[in-house]
């Protein structure tokens, strides 16, 4: 079992990744923004709202799917896929028709990190935590995979519904607060809580286990279960998922709102 490093930068800027028709620089801080370096005649494709800033060059249009030339019928199932796997319905496709390369700027869905994956890597396809694809060039599939174990359905925090990503270059995933990866040998095994669980390469098997005694569930804050990932292969997951995030907050409104006014109060008694 060893610790796996999340890339930041492709090799034009100094990283590793080298993906094809692109490079890719992934800002710094709580709320990172995603510069892809569109090279000439190259389409990418993100979620409907996460454009930040583009070249004027770069031309911009709402679509259906992953950017790629389809009939009637598939465009429909598209929009199916999409709509079960959690994402928006449209998306939008960016190209750089032009002769030079020309940036653009992706902001993610919510708050976190954002992780680059080469999928040439892992087989040509990832499974992750549903809604959590972000951005990819222009061919890359997103749709729906039912988890293999009820468990996950009845117990895990997320939805039984995953996305499986298909393609052949770098992809991008949100992910809530930081990200940790690991890399499994055969038969090694690690538990994630089911909220903090991103993403697994399709070698991985994952079921739902239980977190220790009921009680120490019960009152440790944790939740009563977890996602148990046996290898080999790799597993992504997050610091802070959004939904604890949004808990977090609607319950110090509520602490907020409950607080007495007291000496504030305009109340002569």
């Not at 389409?43 to 249009?61: H, N, P, R, W, Y």
């Not at 449209?90 to 919510?110: E, M, P």
């Amino acid at each position: 079992m060893s610790t796996a490093d999340t890339v930041k930068l492709s090799r034009a800027f100094g990283g590793d990744l080298q993906p094809r028709g692109f490079d890719f620089r992934i800002g710094e801080g709580a709320t990172p923004a995603l510069m892809v370096r569109l090279h000439p005649g190259a389409t990418f494709v993100a979620e409907s709202g996460g454009l930040m800033m583009k070249d004027s060059q770069i031309s911009m249009t709402l679509g259906i799917g992953n950017g790629g030339r389809q009939g009637l019928l598939s465009k429909i199932w598209s929009l199916v896929r999409r709509r079960i796997a959690g994402e928006t319905l449209l998306t939008q496709k960016f190209t750089n028709a032009t002769q030079c390369d020309r940036d653009l700027h992706l902001v993610a869905s919510y708050p976190g990190d954002i992780l680059a994956i080469d999928l040439r890597d892992f087989g040509g396809s990832v499974l992750c935590q549903r809604g959590a694809f972000m951005a990819g060039p222009g061919g890359t599939d997103v749709k729906f995979h039912l988890r293999q174990s009820i468990g996950f359905a009845l117990f895990g925090k997320e939805n039984f519904v995953m996305q499986k990503i298909t393609g052949d270059n770098v992809v991008f995933l949100n992910a809530g607060g930081g990200l940790g990866a690991v890399d499994l040998g055969a038969g090694d095994a690690v538990d994630i809580d089911t909220g903090c669980f991103v993403a697994t390469t399709q070698s991985v098997s994952t079921s739902i286990t239980k977190a220790g005694s009921w009680g120490s569930a019960f009152w440790g804050g944790e939740g009563f279960f977890l996602v148990h990932c046996r290898g080999p292969g790799r597993v992504w997951a997050q610091t802070m998922p959004f939904s604890r995030e949004v808990a977090a907050i609607t319950q110090e409104q509520k602490r907020q709102a409950g607080k007495s006014p007291g000496f504030l109060s305009d109340d002569p008694k």
